[in-house]
């Protein structure tokens, strides 16, 4: 009897959590027409390594997980599925890269001045439209129910790895292709 106490306090938490997140997400809808994407977000072509020009290579490990590689200076970046790979490996090398490869139309108008603002509603607004989901899907499955959408959250997680490419670009671009991004930006996965 004391377990369903205790998830019923885990619940009403998520809910509360999630209402918070709802509220925010409400307040950046003003901004909505800026989500329009070309393609799908898993449709990723890795790109060269910046230090040797060379096409990484794509394997898959034994632990199931991705891996783009550089043969010749070993470079790597890792992720769950193939196109998670890619894009943290396109984070990692984008210094010779611009805007204009991010499929986001909005980052093609001419709108000077609002690029930065564009890349931030989207940076947010992925990343609680993504926890929304986990938290909804969190929910259902301690009620018992079915949870939604689990290729719909992987889908937010791909658009917000993509907005997180254009954030990075948009450093390079403001520090004259000097920006070395930190480890850890902006928000993690």
Same mark, same amino acid.
Request: aromatic share 10%; net charge positive.
């Given at each position: 009897?004391?377990?369903?106490?205790?998830?019923?306090?885990?619940?009403?938490? +998520?809910?509360?959590?999630?209402?918070?997140?709802?509220?925010?997400? &409400?307040?950046?809808?003003?901004?909505?027409?800026?989500?329009?994407?070309?393609?799908?977000?898993?449709?990723?072509?890795? !790109?060269?390594?910046?230090?040797?020009?060379?096409?990484?290579?794509?394997?898959?490990?034994?632990?199931?997980?991705?891996?783009?590689?550089?043969?010749?200076?070993?470079?790597?970046?890792?992720?769950?599925?193939?196109?998670?790979?890619? +894009?943290? !490996?396109?984070?990692?090398?984008?210094? +010779?890269? @611009?805007?204009?490869?991010?499929?986001?139309?909005?980052?093609?108008?001419?709108?000077?001045? *609002?690029?930065? &603002?564009?890349?931030?509603?989207?940076?947010?607004?992925?990343?609680?439209?993504?926890? *929304?989901?986990?938290?909804?899907?969190?929910?259902?499955?301690?009620?018992?129910?079915?949870?939604?959408?689990?290729?719909?959250?992987?889908?937010?997680?791909?658009?917000?790895?993509?907005?997180?490419?254009? #954030?990075?670009?948009?450093?390079?671009?403001?520090?004259?292709?000097?920006?070395?991004?930190? #480890?850890?930006?902006?928000? @993690?996965?």
């Amino acid at each position: 009897m004391q377990k369903q106490v205790k998830i019923s306090q885990t619940v009403t938490y +998520l809910e509360d959590k999630l209402e918070k997140i709802e509220v925010r997400l &409400n307040c950046l809808l003003k901004g909505e027409h800026y989500q329009d994407f070309q393609g799908s977000p898993f449709d990723v072509s890795p !790109w060269q390594c910046e230090t040797c020009k060379v096409d990484p290579e794509l394997h898959r490990k034994n632990n199931g997980k991705w891996i783009c590689i550089c043969p010749r200076c070993s470079k790597e970046a890792i992720g769950k599925d193939r196109w998670e790979s890619i +894009l943290r !490996w396109n984070r990692e090398n984008c210094s +010779l890269r @611009t805007l204009e490869d991010i499929p986001f139309q909005a980052l093609h108008k001419d709108c000077p001045g *609002q690029v930065e &603002n564009i890349i931030i509603y989207l940076c947010d607004y992925y990343y609680l439209k993504k926890k *929304q989901v986990g938290l909804s899907r969190q929910i259902a499955q301690m009620r018992g129910v079915r949870p939604p959408g689990k290729k719909y959250q992987k889908r937010l997680t791909a658009f917000y790895h993509w907005a997180l490419l254009a #954030k990075d670009l948009q450093k390079n671009k403001e520090n004259d292709g000097s920006y070395k991004k930190e #480890k850890e930006s902006y928000r @993690t996965t």
